[in-house]
C-alpha cells in the first residue's frame, strides 16, 4: 500500500515531530513530505528520515531566519504537494497539513495537534503580543487570519478521519471544524524505572522562549522569590528579554536535550509551566523522570497533572500571572513531601511511545479495513 506522510514543516525538534517521528516508526514505508524541510542530517536522523519531498517554500529566501512570513503563502504551497499517487495520506497538522489535496478514493487521516491557535480563539492574544492590536499593521494581519479561517474551514471536509492529541484538542476541532475527534495522547520517552538522580533545591522551566509560553510570567515570579531558584531551559526570540527581566536566583542554559536534559528534569524539585498548550509534552517528560508539575490549569495538562488528595503529580495555578505562580510555588513547598516520584512516574506511563504506537497503528489499520469495503480499493484491501 503506498502511503505519504505529510507534515507542516520540518526547522525544529519539538513535540510534533516526536510524534512524527512514531508515525515514521509505524509506517516506515511512507514518504514524507512537508512544506519546507530546515533540520540538518542529524536531526533528520533522529526523526527518522533522509529524504523529504517539499514546496516551492523550500527556495524562498530568507525561510530559514523569517518562515512566519510566508504564512499567506502556506495553504497554496500545501495544495502544490502532489500525492495523488498514494492510498493513505497521513497528515500530521498544526497549521495547514490538513489542507492537503486528496481524491475520493484516497484515505485522508489527519492527527491535529491544534487548529491554527493564531487564527482562532487564540488570535487576539497572538495580536496582543506581536504588538499588532491597532493601526494598519493590524487590519491587515486580522484580515490574513480571516482569510486563512475560511480556508482553514473549507479543506476541513478533506479529511476522512481526525486524531486530536488531547480532549482540549478534540473540544477545538469541533468548534471550528464541526468534526468529532478520536483522541490519542502523544508518545513520551518514559524510562522503565524511577530514575534515580539526587533531588537539586532549583525548580525548573523547559520550553522554546515565545511569548506565549509566558516563561515571563515565571522569571517574574521567581523575582518575588529571592529564597527560591528557578533553572530555565531552551532558547528562542525572547531570550535576551527574559535574562534583563532575571534576577540573580534565575539561571538559563540554552537550548538542552537528550541525557542532560533528562538529569535537570530529573533533580528538579518540581516543573513550572505556565502555557495553554493543547497536549504539553514537557509536564509529561518531567513526571516521567519522577518530577511533579506546577501548572496553568487551562488546556492538556488538566488531562495530564495529577491534583488530588491521593497520589498527586502535581498542582494548578489558575492565572498566568506573577502572583499566582509565586502563590502556586509557594503552597507546593509547603506540602512538597506530598508528592512522591513514583506517583509521578506511574503517571507518565500513560503516555509512552509503546502505547502510542499500538492505538495510531490499530486506528489507522481499522480505518483501512473499513474504507478498503467501502470503497473497494484493492491496495487498501490488501493492507488490511
Known sequence: MRIAIVHDYLYTLGGAEKVLQCMLECFPAADLYSLFDLLCPEDRARIGYRECKTSFLQKM???????????????????QLDVSAYDLVISSSWAVAKGILTGPD???????????????????EYLRLSGLEHGVKSWIARALLHRMRLWDVRTANGVD???????????????????????IYPPVNVPP?????AKGDFFITASRLVPYKNVHKIVQAFGKMPNERLIVVGDGPEMRRLQNLAGDNVTFTGFVRGAELRDLLSAARAFIFAAED???IAPVEAQAQG??????????ARETVIESNENPTGMFFDLPSTESIAG????????????LREHCHGNACRFSKERFRIEFSDFVHQRIAEFARGAGNAAALRAA
Not at 529566501?61 to 495544495?79: K, N, S, T
Open 61 to 79: 529566501p530568507g525561510i530559514a531566519q523569517r518562515h512566519r512570513l510566508y504564512l499567506p503563502l502556506m495553504p497554496l504551497a500545501v495544495e
Open 106 to 124: 484516497q484515505l485522508h487521516i489527519s492527527y491535529v495537534h491544534s487548529p491554527m491557535r493564531y487564527a482562532w480563539d487564540l488570535q487576539h
Open 161 to 183: 478521519d481526525y486524531l486530536a492529541n488531547s480532549r482540549f484538542s478534540a473540544r477545538r476541532i469541533e468548534k471550528a471544524y464541526g468534526r468529532q475527534a478520536h483522541v
Open 193 to 197: 524505572t524511577v530514575p534515580k538522580v
Open 278 to 280: 493543547d497536549f504539553g
Open 291 to 300: 518530577t511533579p508539575v506546577i501548572a496553568l490549569r487551562r488546556g492538556g
Open 328 to 339: 502556586a510555588v509557594s503552597a507546593f513547598v509547603r506540602s512538597e513531601k506530598g508528592f
